[in-house]
């Protein structure tokens, strides 16, 4: 069983587990630190988030870890049905948290007449249960309508040209800089930072912080660290905010700098 390591790694375990199948035994972080997740800046446009980090959950991110193993993490969209009745396991798939908002990588490793045994990435020792059993009307309660499965199947090995991702991560970052540079620039209440909280502020003050982390850059971290206790800091004030006059202006510089320079 391999356990999470990281904030938001529950998929990244997901596929660790998926490799463990295999025999092949790889952290939660050593895939994070293989995809180079940790610099890599990625625009989604459908919903309009910026991703660095955990966010980057999907199987073209996990394969450029994955295709030098000789693995490809093959995605499908499956309805509740199939997933809880018929698809062979070992996959990967999100289920909705029994408690609050949002789902949870799972992945369902055997059938047993209507039982479906799951292992359920948690953190080592923090009281959850590494094996979840539920019948599949339970499994069909905690789908979505439509899923994305993800299972792995063998490949060539091949090595990743990094190059062109990490010149396209560097145009989304000078980007995402300027776009920064121009929202904090003005006065905004606490609702509009809330709102953007995940889909703007997230990247640099939650998920790039968390690789900085996992990857030893510590001088990063520290600077990260620092805006993020800042930018806390101002949703507690009453009225308008004026982010540029809150955040350290040196660390904002050297952060940028930082991953435009990777």
């Known amino acids: ?53 955990a966010m980057l959950q999907s199987g073209c991110w996990f394969d450029l870890a994955l295709i030098p193993m000789g693995f490809h993490l093959e995605e499908y969209t499956a309805k509740q049905e199939e997933i809880a009745y018929t698809l062979p396991p070992p996959f990967m798939v999100g289920l909705k948290m029994r408690e609050g908002k949002g789902r949870h990588a799972h992945v369902l490793t055997e059938r047993d007449g209507d039982r479906m045994i799951f292992l359920n990435p948690h953190r080592k020792n923090d009281g959850e249960e590494d094996l979840v059993v539920m019948t599949q009307e339970e499994c069909i309660c905690r789908l979505m309508p439509f899923s994305t499965v993800g299972r792995l199947a063998s490949c060539t090995p091949k090595e990743t040209d990094f190059e062109p991702l990490m010149a396209q991560s560097k145009k989304n970052w000078m980007q995402y800089q300027r776009e920064w540079i121009a929202f904090t620039a003005q006065p905004h209440v606490r609702e509009e930072l809330l709102t953007l909280r995940d889909s703007f502020f997230r990247a640099l003050l939650l998920d790039a912080l968390e690789g900085a982390r996992i990857c030893g850059h510590r001088e990063q971290e520290q600077r990260l660290e620092l805006l993020q206790c800042q930018f806390m800091n101002s949703l507690k004030q009453e009225g308008p905010i004026l982010l540029s006059k809150i955040l350290d202006n040196e660390a904002v510089q050297e952060a940028f700098k930082f991953y435009i320079a990777s």
């Open 1 to 53: 069983m391999q356990y999470m390591h990281f904030n938001s790694s529950c998929s990244f375990c997901g596929v660790a587990n998926l490799l463990e199948l295999q025999g092949r035994e790889v952290t939660d972080e050593a895939l994070f630190q293989a995809m180079r997740a940790d610099i890599l800046l990625h625009y989604e446009e459908k919903d309009g988030h910026w991703q660095i980090g």
